[in-house]
C-alpha cells in the first residue's frame, strides 16, 4: 500500500510535510510499515505537482487490486480517519474523496509530458528508471545524432519558452556552427506573474529535463551545459541539485555517457531573478558572470553564444517534450495539435477560475475549453470579462475571443500570445486599466535599462497610466500610450521592450470604454 503526497511548492506551502509526517507516524504507531506481508505494508512517497494545486494537499492512496483513490484538502488532522476507515478498514472516507469536478479538469488534458509528474518521487532516480526514465536517451544513443534532429524536426516540435521556433531547425544551426566545444543551456528563468509551469516540471521530474537535455546534447554536440534557473525556485533548485549528482553517479553525465564514448556535463546555475534573463543573450551574459542585459544580434547564441562558443538554449519544457518525442515516436508526436502547432503545451491556469493549477492541453484546444471546461469557469456567479495569455509581453482575449484555438498561430492574430504559458483569468470585477498598469509596472521594473525606448518609453507609459487610474487623465491620453506603445515595439532592443505594451495595446483595443471612463467620467 502506497501513500502518495504532494510535496511541490503548492502541496509543501498547504501543509504537505505535516501531512506526510501525521501518515508517516500513524503507520508506525499502527505497526504497518515492514509487516512482511506485501499487502499489509504502508509507505509514503513524495511527489510533485499533480496539477490541481487549489486542492492541496492532495494525496492518492494506492491498494494492490484497486485504483488511486485521491483525497482533496488533506491535513495532518485528517489522517488518522484516512487510515482508520480507508486503510485499515477499506471503506473510502466519502465526504473528504475527490469527487466528479476533480475528475473533470483531467478529462481534456492530455498529459504526455506531466505523466510522471506527481506520480514520480523527484528525488529518486530509481523510481524515475522505474517510470521507463532515461529509455529515450538510451534509444537516442543508439540513432546517429542527425537522426535524433530529424526525428524532432519531423515532430514540428516548436520552442515552448514563447518564441516557437521549431526546435529542431534551431538546433541545425548550433551544430553546424564550427567548433569544438558547444553548449547546451536550459533556460528555466521563468520570472512572468501567473507563470509556474517550468518551476513545477523540475520540481515533480528533474531527471525529465536533464534527459531532454542529454538528447539535445547528442543530437547537436554539445559537450557542457547549464541549467539556469532562477534562486527564488529553492525547491526545484534543491530536487535538480540531487538529481544531477545522482545522475552522474549512475553514468548518465559525465566524460563517457552510459559507455556511449558521449560526453556531457552539466551544471545549475543560480539566476538572482532578474526576469530579463530570460532573454537568451542576457542569460549568457548572466552564466558570464556580467550584469544580465541582453546583446545586440548577430551574431547569435547558436554561432556565437556562452564565452563566444556556439550555444543553444531552450526551456525547460521544450527540454521535457523530448524523451516523450523519442520514445513515441515524431509521426505520433504530430498526429497531436494542430497544423502548425504540434503537440500539447503546459499551461499555468490561475485568477479567476474554479481549478486552478498546471495543465497539459493538446494544441488547438479552444480558449473556452480551457477556461470553462478544465479551468471548471469563474467562481461566484461571475461573469467572465478577459484571460491574459502569455504574461506581461501578451494580451488580454476577450468573450468574443473564447473560440479563439490556442496555437501559436491563432493567438498572435488575436492579438495575444503563446508566451511561456501563464493563463489569468479576470471576471467582470476587474478594471483591465488597472490590469494593464499592473503588467506595466511589471515590465518597467523588470527594463534592464540598456535602450531608451524601453528604459524612458515604459517609464512614460507608466506615468500615464497612474495618472488615469488616479482621476487625473487628460484627453489625448489614449492616444499617446498607443503611439508610444508603437514605438517602443518597434524600436526597442529585446523581447522584453518589443512586448511590454501589448497589454495596453489589447485592453485599449477591447476596452477603450474603461479607459474612457477613467479619463472622462470623473471630470
Ligand atoms: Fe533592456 Fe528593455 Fe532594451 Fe531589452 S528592451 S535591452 S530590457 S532596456
Redesign the pocket.
Known amino acids: 500500500i502506497e501513500v502518495h503526497v504532494c510535496m511541490g511548492t503548492a502541496g509543501v506551502a498547504s501543509g504537505g510535510d505535516a501531512v506526510m509526517a501525521a501518515l508517516t507516524g500513524e503507520f508506525e504507531k499502527r505497526g504497518l510499515t515492514n509487516t512482511g506481508v506485501k499487502e499489509r505494508n504502508c509507505k509514503t512517497k513524495q511527489t510533485g505537482c499533480r496539477g490541481l494545486c487549489a486542492r492541496d494537499v492532495l494525496i492518492d492512496v494506492y491498494i494492490p487490486g484497486q485504483g488511486p483513490i485521491t483525497y482533496e484538502h488533506v491535513t495532518a488532522e485528517m489522517v488518522p480517519t484516512i487510515v482508520e476507515e480507508h486503510i485499515v478498514g477499506g471503506e473510502i472516507v466519502a465526504k473528504w474523496a475527490a469527487k466528479k469536478d476533480y475528475f473533470e479538469f483531467y478529462d481534456k488534458q492530455k498529459r504526455y509530458v506531466l505523466n510522471d509528474c506527481g506520480k514520480v518521487d523527484p528525488d529518486s532516480l530509481e523510481d524515475y528508471i522505474a517510470h521507463g526514465g532515461y529509455d529515450a536517451l538510451k534509444k537516442s544513443l543508439k540513432m546517429t545524432s542527425e537522426e535524433v534532429i530529424d526525428e524532432v524536426k519531423k515532430s514540428g516540435l516548436r520552442g515552448r519558452g514563447g518564441g516557437g521556433f521549431p526546435t529542431g531547425l534551431k538546433w541545425t544551426f548550433c551544430r553546424n556552427s564550427p567548433g569544438d566545444l558547444k553548449y547546451l543551456i536550459c533556460n528555466a528563468d521563468e520570472g512572468d506573474p501567473g507563470a509556474f509551469m517550468d518551476r513545477s516540471i523540475i520540481e515533480g521530474n528533474p531527471h525529465a529535463v536533464i534527459e531532454g537535455m542529454l538528447i539535445a546534447a547528442y543530437a547537436i554536440g554539445c559537450k557542457e551545459g547549464y541549467i539556469y534557473c532562477r534562486a527564488e525556485y529553492p525547491l526545484a533548485i534543491k530536487r535538480v541539485k540531487k538529481a544531477l549528482v545522482d545522475a552522474e553517479k549512475a553514468g548518465y553525465l559525465g566524460d563517457n555517457v552510459l559507455g556511449s564514448g558521449f560526453e556531457f556535463h552539466l551544471k545549475l546555475k543560480e539566476g538572482a531573478g532578474a526576469f ?1 534573463c530570460g ?1 537568451e543573450t ?1 542569460l549568457i551574459a548572466s552564466i558570464e558572470g556580467e550584469r544580465g ?2 546583446r545586440s544580434r548577430p551574431p547569435f547564441p547558436a554561432v556565437k553564444g556562452l564565452w563566444q562558443k556556439p550555444s543553444n538554449v531552450n526551456n525547460v519544457e521544450t527540454f521535457a517534450n523530448l524523451p516523450v518525442i523519442i520514445l513515441n515516436g515524431a509521426e505520433w508526436y504530430a498526429n497531436i495539435g494542430t497544423e502548425k502547432s504540434k503537440g500539447t503545451k503546459i499551461f499555468a491556469l490561475s485568477g479567476k477560475v474554479k481549478s486552478t493549477g498546471l495543465i497539459e492541453v493538446p494544441m488547438g484546444i479552444s480558449v473556452r475549453e480551457l477556461i470553462f471546461e478544465v479551468g471548471g469557469g469563474i467562481p461566484k456567479k461571475r461573469k467572465f470579462k478577459a484571460v491574459q495569455l502569455g504574461g506581461p509581453s501578451g494580451g488580454c482575449l476577450t468573450e468574443a475571443h473564447l473560440d479563439t484555438r490556442i496555437d501559436y498561430d491563432s493567438l498572435i492574430a488575436a492579438g495575444a500570445m503563446m508566451g511561456s504559458g501563464g493563463v489569468v483569468v479576470l471576471d467582470e470585477t476587474n478594471c483591465m486599466v488597472n490590469v494593464a498598469q499592473f503588467f506595466l509596472t511589471f ?1 518597467q521594473r ?10 524612458v518609453g ?1 517609464k512614460t507609459m507608466l506615468d500615464i497610466l497612474d495618472r488615469i487610474t488616479s482621476g487625473k487623465g487628460r484627453e489625448g491620453d489614449i492616444e499617446r500610450l498607443e503611439s508610444l506603445a508603437t514605438d ?1 515595439k518597434i524600436s ?7 512586448t ?1 505594451p501589448n497589454p495596453i495595446l489589447t485592453t485599449i483595443r477591447y476596452f477603450r470604454d474603461e479607459y474612457e471612463a477613467h479619463i472622462f467620467k470623473q471630470k
Open positions: 530579463v532573454e542576457a542585459m541582453p515590465t523588470e527594463s534592464c535599462g540598456k535602450c531608451i525606448p524601453c528604459r515604459t517602443i526597442s532592443l529585446c523581447g522584453l521592450g518589443q511590454a
